[in-house]
């Protein structure tokens, strides 16, 4: 058995997927979730797909004891992989204390434990959204932070800036930000994927679910931006191999081979997907026509972004491998035996 990581947050989208490829490493894996945005089935499916059941504490991480209790039992963790946090950037404008509150008590609480019991690693679970709209693009590393346009994003600047102070001063001195750009799709199994609470947020579980029938139409909020055809360009990873990038930081601190105290890095595929070339996607790996509508832009949008990934790349030896038809074939094929199984959700 390998070292023992804890993932907060593991239960959830990345989280779970995440689990999987550590295990599949022979990585003893604690997860810590407050199951807020995720369901405790995803463990059943972690467990289907790898033979091994993570040890699971359901608590919430803002509860200072309760993180110092679980530090304290669990003195053998060699790293953290910090996922727990509130993601809805719109929420997040509606009511920004709950996003500063639990996003950034959580990390501090769980800096504080790994100072207290000299736990050295930590791999930070970052978005590409500190950069809000960049003037150039692809976005490297040292494009600069300009202000975030959510609560949200501010979260994420905040939390970086944090963990780089920290580093200094104690005995947690290594840690890796990793930059999500946008992660799409589900394990080729089915057994884990994506599982919005209520009405998704995102572009792909919204696609999913009107081509299956739970939702109307989709809305694509915004044509007349200033890219190809108008509508706004992301640059969309299979989440399988953004959860593969966790492991190779986790290997890269645990072997030292990091070469700073503080490394960031942008994990996307290095090219830029529109709204529309997606919808082209879903209606060629499904064989269904999408029903959608142009609405006005969403508060809060930025035009475009994508990755450049040289640095992943180069330095960390991480690519992604799956396509964009591929990536949102596994989305679809998770929404069809997912909604198969509990037609009532
Ligand atoms: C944003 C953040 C990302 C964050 C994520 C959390 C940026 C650049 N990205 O992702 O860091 O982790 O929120 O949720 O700030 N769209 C539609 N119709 C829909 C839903 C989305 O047209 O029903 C469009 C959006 O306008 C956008 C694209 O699809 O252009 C992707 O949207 P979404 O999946 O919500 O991700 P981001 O907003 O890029």
Known sequence: ??????????????????VVELLEKNYEVVIIDNLSNSRIESLDGIQAITGARPAFEKFDLCD????????????????????AASKAVGESVENPL?????????????????????????????????????KTLPVTENTPILPASSPYGNTKQVSEEIIRDTIFTSDFNKAISLRYFNPIGA??????????LGIPDNLVPFVTQTGIGIREKLRVFGSD?????????????????????????????LAGKNKAEFEVFNLGTGNGVSVFEMIQSFEKVSGKKLNYEVVDRRAGDIEQIWADTSLA?????????????????????????????NPQN
Not at 187 to 196: A, D
Not at 313 to 339: C, F, M, P, Q
């Open 64 to 83: 200072r004891e309760k993180v110092d209790a679980f530090f304290k039992e669990n003195i053998d963790i060699s790293a953290v992989i910090h996922f």
């Open 187 to 196: 394990h080729p199994s089915t057994l884990i994927g994506e599982l919005p």
């Open 1 to 18: 058995m390998n070292s023992k990581i804890l993932v907060t947050g593991g239960a959830g989208y990345i989280g779970s997927h995440t």
């Open 225 to 253: 931006y200033n890219t190809p055809d108008g509508s706004a360009i992301r640059d969309y990873l299979h989440v399988v191999d953004l959860a593969k990038a966790h492991v190779v930081a986790i290997e890269r601190l």
């Open 313 to 341: 790349n180069d330095e960390l030896g991480w690519r992604t491998l799956s396509t964009l038809d591929e990536a949102v074939k596994t989305a679809w094929e998770w929404e069809k035996h997912y909604r198969s199984l």
């Open 98 to 134: 709950k996003y500063y509150r639990n996003n950034l008590v959580s990390l501090m609480n769980i800096l504080e434990s790994m100072e207290r019991y000299h736990v050295p690693n930590l791999v930070f679970s970052s978005s590409c959204t500190v950069y809000g709209q960049a």
